[in-house]
């Protein structure tokens, strides 16, 4: 299930998708439900959402839901399991599954916020070694002292070596 705002009509829209196992063991996937949300709580998107599974005969069928970390989705999960718990199978522990994909996701963004500011700060540096000849002299004196191999010229970005 996926929480979905369209900027430009300015409405929100759940989309419900079902992966299951068919007859033949083979995983099967479907769309069941792509519902404008009317509101933007918790209790609007376990509304809509039990009304799909409702309206699809799957109220009784249910084991996960993958959601991602947002807190109204955790809302509307508490309050779907409450109205599913006596036809969730082993009590309920499996319902909620964070979604893997968002929670890579928020780790990477914030692993970027830590790695654009050593970056910038790298970029500074480069700038101030690089700002008139005499400067730029003394650096690779200091590294030729202190025996760096391969040197290269210094550059603001990779591309411009």
Not at 114 to 143: C, D
Request: contains cysteine; charged residues 20%; proline residues 1%.
């Amino acid at each position: 299930m996926d929480k979905w705002t369209s900027s430009s009509q300015n409405k929100s829209y759940l989309c419900i998708t079902s992966h299951f196992v068919d007859k033949s063991w083979s995983l099967q996937q479907r769309l069941i439900g792509f519902i404008n949300v009317h509101g933007s709580t918790g209790i609007d998107i376990c509304n809509v959402f039990m009304n799909c599974l409702l309206e699809w005969n799957l109220h009784d069928k249910v084991l996960t839901i993958t959601v991602d970390n947002d807190k109204t989705n955790k809302v509307a999960l508490r309050l779907a399991r409450d109205r599913l718990k006596n036809s969730l199978p082993c009590n309920g522990i499996f319902f909620h599954v964070r979604c893997g994909a968002n929670t890579t996701n928020l780790v990477v963004q914030s692993d970027l916020k830590t790695i654009t500011k050593v970056i910038e700060r790298v970029r500074l540096s480069v700038k101030y070694l690089t700002i008139s000849p005499q400067m730029s002299e003394k650096f690779y004196h200091v590294a030729n002292q202190v025996n760096l191999e391969n040197q290269k010229r210094l550059s603001l970005d990779c591309c411009t070596m």
